[in-house]
């Protein structure tokens, strides 16, 4: 649940910073166990701190986003293009 409330601040190119307390809030935790969570993923390389200096922690979530997009990728049958190949046969359609 903790990448989900992460992610939820994902709007744009920027990454995501909301701060641990508010993390720690709407997850019902005390803010000690959601920073051993936040430890967990960043251990296992499933997102990336990014300390800035007075001011709340960006999450870095790209490693989260490669492997998400390797499964999806895994489980993708062979009849039904990617999102390069579908990209590129576009690019070739004349009008």
Not at 19 to 29: D, Q
Not at 78 to 88: F, P, R, T, V, Y
Request: glycine share 4%; with cysteine; charged share 25%.
């Amino acid at each position: 649940m903790l990448l989900v409330h992460i992610m939820a601040r994902k709007w744009d190119e920027n990454l995501p910073f909301p701060s641990v307390s508010k993390l720690a809030e709407e997850m019902g935790l005390s803010v000690s166990q959601l920073r051993a969570r936040l430890s967990t993923l960043e251990k296992k390389g499933i997102i990336k701190r990014v300390f800035r200096k007075g001011r709340s922690n960006c999450y870095d979530p790209t490693e989260l986003i490669k492997r998400l997009e390797a499964a999806i990728e895994s489980h993708r049958p062979n009849n039904i293009m990617s999102n390069q190949e579908a990209l590129g046969a576009m690019a070739q359609v004349t009008y």
